[in-house]
C-alpha cells in the first residue's frame, strides 16, 4: 500500500454557512496514539476495543480501494484534560495506524489548535492534503 498517494480532504461546511474550516494539524501517528490510548473509545490493534462491531475490518476494506483513487476524510480530533477525543475518524486512524501509517492531517478546534501542535504536531507529510473549496 502506497500512503504517498492518500489525499486527504476536510468534511465540507454547508453551503451557505458562513464558518471558516477548522484548522488542520500534522500529527504524528505514534504521539497521538499515546494521549488517546487511555480513554474509553480506544480502538486497539486489528479493532480491538471498539464498540462497533465489523467497523474496523469495514473501513479497511473502504481504505484498501480507496488510497490512490478518491480523496480520504481526515480524522477530527480534540485535547480534553490532556487525553485525544475523535468525534470522528478513529477506525480510519487505528487501521492506518495499524498498517503502518507514520503521519496524518487531524482536524482540531481553534482553541486546541496549539495544544495539538505542542502534544502531537510533526513537520513530516505524507501524502497530499487537499483543503478543498473556499
Not at 31 to 37: E, G, Y
Not at 49 to 57: A, R
Request: charged share 25%; glycine share 12%.
Amino acid at each position: 500500500m502506497n500512503f504517498q498517494q492518500l489525499v486527504w480532504i476536510q468534511h465540507s461546511v454547508g453551503a451557505g454557512w458562513n464558518v471558516a474550516q477548522d484548522p488542520v494539524v500534522w500529527a504524528a501517528v505514534d504521539l497521538l496514539d499515546a494521549v488517546w490510548r487511555d480513554t474509553t473509545d480506544y480502538v486497539g490493534v486489528d479493532g480491538r476495543g471498539s464498540d462497533q462491531n465489523g467497523k474496523y475490518e469495514a473501513v479497511g476494506t473502504f481504505l484498501r480501494h480507496a488510497i490512490g483513487k478518491r480523496q480520504i476524510f481526515i480524522p477530527t480530533v480534540s485535547l480534553e484534560n490532556g487525553k485525544a477525543v475523535f468525534t470522528d475518524g478513529r477506525h480510519r486512524f487505528a487501521w492506518l495506524r495499524d498498517h503502518g501509517l507514520r503521519v496524518l492531517p487531524v482536524e482540531v478546534d481553534e482553541d486546541s489548535a496549539e495544544a495539538c501542535r505542542t502534544c502531537f504536531g510533526t513537520s513530516e507529510r505524507v501524502g497530499r492534503f487537499d483543503p478543498g473549496p473556499g
